[in-house]
């Protein structure tokens, strides 16, 4: 047998016992009512997220252009950074070697120089007097004289070209700091905005928390609500249910009462009592609720039927039929300790000895 098989035979043994159907209403009737309250709060929540779905696409299609602009702008910068960078370099550079000419040219002068104060100084005559030192000729003043003008030419070309490149290398390192501060604006602008971004993920998954958090209870209090509901209609049907079943055993109390009166008429009417009974014979117990006929009082469990006359009657009316008919129990027990009883008082004491609780081993005498 397949499980589907399987499945539809307990189903179908479950549809036609009443009291398994019940229990399985009682078991699951309170999960339908969470299903269709689920089903309802996931179709709610579907609708209502549709349009925020809209929304955010459209929001994250600007939020993506948005950052493909930013990051096409950082690239830019980048690129113009790493050329003026280039630039800076390479001016350094020419920068540093018109300085290092100019200071070349410079250390010549000042030898130069020294070399005029010591010829021309008191130590250089009185050397040269005593000394013999030959005199430079004309030819090699004129040389040394060309060579100066030679390096002040050059000297304030080089000057000139030096003022000119650092003019030009102090331009380019601001140009190049104003590059490097947009640079960090649009960094520092982006970390801002993806904190903000990181702030209203945070807070719309906390609306989102909120809003699940509230349907839950919502769909919880609509289960607990239905439940008690299922169960003030179940705990009605099972009042409904008592009640009639009450009135049954009270319509069949009735109807055995009905019934133990009619049998008790038909014998009456089959043995006419005579008005002269005493009453003084065995009663058989009777089990069951039977009303005396003498006090009309309902007698739940047991009661008492007269042989001769057939007359129903509790304890205490069969105690008082007897002692009205025949001999009191003092003369009864008097009787006995004489030893002057026949079977009728014999009967009567074995009779009294029911009344007090005992005529269980005598119900069948």
Known sequence: MTDACRKLANAYEVMKDPEKRREYDVTWSATWPARST????????????????????????????????????????????SRYDKHVFDVEQIVKKLAADLQHLQDQDDE??????????????????FGGKAKETEKTEQERETQRLQRLASKRIKQHQWNQDDMKLQKLKKELQ????????????????????????????????EAKRRDEEQR??????????????????????????????????????????????AA?????PSITCRHDKFWPKLEGSYRCDRCRTLQR????????????ACARCRR?????????NHARRSS?????????????????????????????Y
């Not at 007897?322 to 009191?328: A, D, F, M």
């Open 38 to 81: 689920k089903q309802e709060t996931e179709q709610r929540q579907a609708q209502a997220a549709e349009p925020k779905r809209d929304k955010t696409t459209e929001g994250n299609t600007t939020k993506e252009k948005e950052a493909d602009r930013r990051r096409e702008r950082l690239r830019d910068l980048n690129v113009t950074k």
């Open 112 to 129: 130069e120089l020294r070399r005029k104060q010591e010829k021309n100084g008191w130590f250089a005559s009185i050397t040269s007097l």
């Open 268 to 272: 009456r009417e089959a043995h006419p």
């Open 220 to 265: 919880f209090r609509e289960i607990r609500a239905k439940r008690a509901e299922l169960q003030a209609r179940q705990r009605k049907e099972a009042e409904a249910r008592s009640a009639k079943e009450a009135q049954a055993a009270r319509e069949a109390c009735a109807a055995r009462e009905a019934q133990a009166a009619k049998e008790v008429r």
């Open 336 to 364: 006995y300790g004489n030893g002057n009883h026949d079977k009728n008082s014999h009967d009567t004491g074995f009779e009294d000895y029911v009344d007090h609780g005992y005529g269980s081993y005598y119900d069948d």
């Open 320 to 328: 008082a039929l007897k002692g009205q008919g025949g001999t009191s």
């Open 301 to 312: 469990q047991f009661a008492f039927r007269c042989p001769g006359c057939s007359m129903t």
């Open 178 to 209: 104003a590059v490097k501060d947009q640079i960090t604006a649009e960094t520092k602008r982006e970390v801002q905005e993806a904190r903000l971004e990181a702030m209203k993920r945070q807070e719309q998954l906390r609306q989102e928390q």
